[in-house]
């Protein structure tokens, strides 16, 4: 039988200090959101969403933490919103984009992207408004129809086409 020095006796076994080393890295880990891999890439939950964009305090909290569906494409045809449009078509268009790249169901992950589709401007006043002011699809119209009802550029009619003087010598 072999028989240790004291000193020996004393000591453990460093594997179970490099377990609780990496146990206690691995609690701390879950508490940030991420859990780390090879390499130094991670692979959590929060990848699947996208990014909140800043000061959506306009939005429900609902809204705001809604993950995106999986798979998910952004709409990448659909110019950004800047207030010389009419608004009701350039949001049929773009819930309409959103479907069609993977968002089915709720309006809540549109309703989110929202904000990555509007121009200086509009996004200025985005972030501007009260909290918690849109639950859902309906509210989203209400408040923005009635800021940008007014601002995009409508097309000529009668009374515009009445104005116009024809000069002398000059062709319809």
């Not at 377990?19 to 609690?27: G, T």
């Not at 880990?29 to 859990?35: A, I, N, P, W």
């Not at 000061?55 to 809604?66: E, G, L, M, P």
Request: charged share 35%.
């Amino acid at each position: 039988m072999l028989v240790l020095p004291i000193d020996n006796q004393r000591r453990h076994d460093a594997r179970r200090d490099i377990e609780e080393n990496r146990r206690r890295r691995h609690e701390d880990v879950e508490e940030r959101g991420y859990s780390a891999h090879l390499g130094g890439r991670y692979d959590s939950d929060e990848d699947r969403m996208a990014p909140e964009p800043p000061d959506t305090r306009v939005f429900s909290r609902a809204i705001r933490s809604t993950p995106l569906p999986s798979p998910f494409r952004p709409p990448t045809s659909i110019a950004m919103y800047n207030g010389e449009t009419k608004l009701e078509l350039w949001l049929v268009d773009f819930r309409l984009a959103c479907q069609l790249g993977g968002a089915r169901g709720d309006n809540r992950a549109i309703i989110r992207q929202l904000p990555l589709f509007f121009s200086d401007t509009a996004r200025k006043w985005l972030e501007e408004l009260l909290a918690d002011q849109i639950h859902d699809w309906v509210d989203l119209v209400r408040v923005f129809e009635g800021n940008f009802k007014g601002t995009y550029i409508r097309p000529g009619n009668s009374w515009d086409l009445s104005k116009c003087k024809q000069k002398s010598g000059k062709t319809l």
